[in-house]
Structure formats: C-alpha cells, structure tokens
C-alpha cells in the first residue's frame, strides 16, 4: 500500500463521479429531482428532500486498481499545520493487512426464491403490480412509450439501528462498485446504497460517459445453471430490446451536451457479473462540449433513462400516474416492453430488492442477538 498525502490551497477543482458525487461535495439527489430537468412537476410528494449537498475538506481516496491510498485535505492557502493529514497517515500506516473476504465466485450462490421478505411493507400487491403491467403495455399499444421502467417501493420500520453498520453488512452481502453511505444529520437522513449501475463519468479530458443497465437476471446455484442464465439474458430478445432503447435514448441525451459527431456506443449490451445478479450493460460516450459545465450534463441526462423509459418525458408522465408515491425507501421494478411477460416482469422486481432486503432482516437479527 502506498499513500499520497496533499495539503491543497483553495480554490480546489475536482472531477465529478456518478451524479454530483465528488472531492468537494457530496450528494444525495432522488427521482423527484426531475422537476429541474424539464418536467413539469412531481405528482408525488416525499418527505426526504429532493437533493442534499455537503462540502467536504478532507478526503481518503482509495485506488482499488493501483492499491494507493490518497488523503487530500483542503486548506487555507495560508496555513500550512497539517494535524488531520499527520494523523490519518499514521493511522494508514500502522493498519494491519487484512483477511480477505470470500471472494464473489464464493458469494455467488444465492437463492433464487422471489417470495418478499416478511417484515416489509409493500406498496403494491402481486395483483396490482402485475395490473399495472398491463397497463404499460397498452400505453406502449397506443404508441405513447416505447418503454416504461415501472417501479414499486418496500418499506420496514426499524429500532433504533448503527446506520453505518447497515451499510458495512449491505456492501458484503452485495458488493458493487457504486456503493456509497452518506448521512445527513441536518435532514435526519441516511443513505445506504448498493449499485452495480454507473450514471454519468466526466473525466478530465471532458469526456462523458453513460453505462446504463436494462436486463437483470439471478446467478445460478451452480457454476454450469449460472453460465446457463448468462447466456439467456445475453441472447434475450426481449432484454435486447430494452437495452436498445435506453442507449438511444442515452445517445440523445449526451448529443445534448456533446461535440456533434462524438457521441459513440463503444460497447453494446455486454454483460456483467455481480454477486446476486447478472446484468446487460452497454456504455455511451461523448466528448463534452466547452462551453458546458458538469451541472448542465447532469441535467440534460436525469433522470438516467434506465430509470425512466423512452421517451422520457411523456414516459415519467405515465409512471407518474400509475405509481402511487414518490420513489424512496427500497424502491425496484423493471422495463416494461410490449415483449415483456407480466409474470416474470412481477419476479425480476422481487429479485431486485432481495440484497437489501435481506441485508437489514439480518443485521436487526445480528444485533438482537448481540
């Protein structure tokens, strides 16, 4: 392990990760936030705010690909005492190596059982989502979506509860590469999130970069079911289809912001392995504009259109009037298409919300037992 240590005078320029995730700010930004992106308005209200920011001055950044470690402080361009920076590398330092976890070949066993979880409130029975479906699909009949990413939220109450202990036992039960925990005491609001799903990348060349996810299917119970299951979705006409729609989708959005002509789909529905689930994922990408800023591309693409449908505004229009409240808590669902089988649309859903559902069923029961 090497570590890197800078003391930074202000002012200090970063390169934005996901949403508005980067070395400056951090960000919780919901669904509802489309109201800032050319949507009219918001059928259903939360009572979580819509976005929440936070500045942060010091920073322990680690290089997974590398093994580097780099610890950032931002200081007044006068002072030049570094206590949190000496005090961090020595702690870094002195760490001993740990055991590795099993690795996600190990992890990969799950069951795949789609009954819900006992416990959880949901916001929609069987029967209704299953009704809803169809109603999707005689929109899509009627020519007024292509594509629409119908969803569905769990909700559980829960005791007094290590919010940051959630979020350890949930990445371990589900490791993915955009996982975050980000706590906002001022708005008595924690956010514990998995995902294997990159929104946007803007690097420091300017290039933008999308790598949405339409198709999702389980990992087998054994090496030859898993690769099985691989292949289907990978050949899937139907998961095909969906994936299709979002990258033009996605190309539209980027062409937005994007030099004429740079825009490019370097790789087309690829699939990807994570330890619950395999999933289709095909990556945009453009060279950003100069006279843009990070926030104008942010805007042009959210909500990202795997969250959505096509096309996305009159899609969000439908979603609206068939979903019942806004999307927070444990939220899951699925891309409707005129393909799609209502049934097997109804258990991709239940799949989705297995890692975290699970993830606090257990972690309560580890601390009763404590």
């Known amino acids: 392990m090497c570590v890197h240590v800078s003391g930074c005078g202000l002012p200090f320029i970063s390169l934005s990760v996901l949403v508005f995730y980067n070395a400056n700010n951090e960000s919780h930004c919901r669904y509802d936030l489309k109201v800032e992106c050319g949507v009219a308005s918001n059928r259903h209200k939360s009572r979580t705010p819509d976005a929440c920011l936070f500045f942060s001055d010091n920073l322990v950044v680690i290089d997974h690909h590398y093994g580097d470690v780099y610890i950032l402080s931002i200081l007044d361009e006068n002072k030049n005492d570094t206590p949190w920076l000496d005090d961090i590398e020595q702690k870094l330092l002195n760490l001993k190596t740990c055991i590795a976890k099993k690795s996600i070949s190990e992890a990969s066993c799950v069951s795949t059982n789609t009954s819900f979880i006992p416990g959880f409130s949901t916001e929609k029975s069987r029967e209704q989502y299953i009704k809803d479906i169809g109603k999707c699909q005689k929109f899509i009949e009627d020519g007024e979506s292509y594509e629409l990413c119908l969803t569905t939220q769990m909700r559980r109450k829960v005791r007094e509860i290590d919010f940051l202990g959630l979020y350890l036992s949930l990445r371990e039960k589900n490791p993915a590469p955009y996982a975050a925990w980000l706590n906002f005491s001022g708005e008595n ?72 002509g740079s825009v490019h789909v370097p790789n087309l529905m690829e699939v990807e392995s994570y330890a619950t689930v395999h999933t289709m994922v095909s990556t945009i990408r453009g060279t950003k504009r100069a006279n843009v800023s990070a926030i104008d591309c942010v805007k042009a693409a959210f909500p990202g259109g795997s969250m959505t449908g096509a096309p996305k505004l009159r899609s969000m229009e439908i979603l609206d009037s068939l979903e019942s409240c806004s999307r927070a808590s444990i939220g899951a669902g699925g891309a409707i298409t005129a393909l799609s089988n209502a049934n097997e649309e109804y258990e991709e859903m239940v799949l989705k919300t297995r890692a975290p559902t699970d993830a606090v069923v257990e972690y309560e029961r580890s601390r009763m037992s404590e």
């Open 189 to 260: 609001l924690c956010i514990c999130s998995s995902s294997p799903e990159r929104f946007l990348k803007l690097d420091r060349n300017g290039i933008l970069e999308a790598k949405p996810i339409k198709g999702t299917v389980a990992r087998g119970s054994t090496p030859e079911e898993d690769e099985l299951l691989k292949l289907q979705l990978q050949y899937s006409e139907k998961d095909q289809a969906e994936n299709l729609m979002i990258v033009d989708l996605l190309r539209n959005d980027l062409g937005r912001v994007c030099e004429p």
